[in-house]
């Protein structure tokens, strides 16, 4: 016998129900880098979310702002030392007893080119030091934090497109989000049997001040602005041809892997890039 329209009527009210639910109700996140660009979107979406947030950065007036704007909490946090990290944890469960979600998220881009020939080693160790082992540092201590308490839990880690294709960033920034990459999945193995899920974001062609800093440098144009490169990344490196990324994409990103619809979802490599690492349409007429 085939379904009654009432009965797709009411999977379709109950879907929508679920999802205008609050998504992380109760939960406590920390999230590094929060207090500009995607780590500000997603803490404002995953307070919006019910969750309480701790926004960890070394912006401190704009952290700080931030968190008193979302009944969150601020601390400095240079996820390069260590201590700065664990004290990040420390503050969430002094806060609220627990930890349940930790978004990974601070990252620099240092330096934006060059020829390997001549690469810089101090500033490489720089940004291997926070992409990388601030990474590193944030799952250790979560790790520790959601193993104690047995609650499970979420750990997210900001990659990159750059990550998974050549030609997207320099030589040491590749290095660093594929680096993340390896370290998500093997991580993964070990805490899956603690029920703690461990993923990671690659976005593509964000407009992030970190992007925007870098078009200027190479386009040229000292007055270019974060529509600017929206723009070009729409027409050049998106098949959703004139549609690029946003900050706010991979805060919806981040929110779907931190709840419980994601609950069988760990290891993964959660790409946004409107398929550009996945297809080439430079022969699209070949559909025609």
């Not at 500000?40 to 947030?53: I, L, P």
């Not at 060059?114 to 030091?129: A, F, K, P, R, W």
């Not at 990159?160 to 989000?177: E, N, Q, V």
């Not at 729409?234 to 994409?249: K, P, T």
Request: proline residues 1%.
């Amino acid at each position: 016998m085939e379904p009654s329209a009432n009965y797709f009527h009411m999977k379709d009210v109950g879907a929508r129900t679920k999802v205008s639910e609050k998504r992380l109700a109760g939960k406590v996140a920390v999230i590094t880098g929060g207090a500009r660009g995607i780590g500000a979107a997603t803490a404002k979406v995953f307070a919006q979310n019910g969750a309480h947030v701790i926004v960890a950065d070394i912006l401190d007036d704009l952290g700080a702002a931030l968190a008193d704007s979302i009944g969150g909490r601020y601390i400095h946090c240079d996820v390069a030392k260590e201590t700065d990290v664990e004290s990040a944890v420390d503050l969430a469960i002094r806060w609220k007893g627990q930890l349940d979600i930790m978004f990974n998220n601070a990252g620099v881009s240092g330096p934006t080119g060059g020829s390997i020939t001549s690469l810089d080693m101090g500033q490489v160790q720089y940004l291997l030091s926070v992409n990388v082992l601030g990474m590193l540092h944030g799952t250790k201590y979560a790790a520790r934090a959601m193993i104690r308490a047995q609650n499970r839990g979420s750990i997210i880690c900001t990659s990159s497109s750059a990550g998974i294709m050549g030609g997207l960033g320099s030589h040491a920034y590749t290095l660093s989000k594929e680096a993340i990459n390896g370290f998500v999945r093997s991580s993964a193995c070990e805490l899956g049997v603690h029920g703690i899920r461990v993923n990671s974001i690659s976005p593509h062609g964000v407009p992030t001040e970190m992007l925007v800093s870098a078009y200027r440098k190479f386009v040229g144009k000292a007055d270019m602005k974060a529509e600017d490169v929206g723009k070009l990344v729409g027409e050049r490196g998106s098949l959703l041809r004139g549609r690029a990324g946003a900050v706010e994409d991979v805060a919806m990103a981040a929110l779907f892997l931190a709840s419980e619809e994601a609950g069988f979802i760990t290891a993964h490599n959660l790409v946004l890039d409107g398929g550009y690492t996945s297809a080439n349409s430079a022969m699209s007429f070949i559909y025609q």
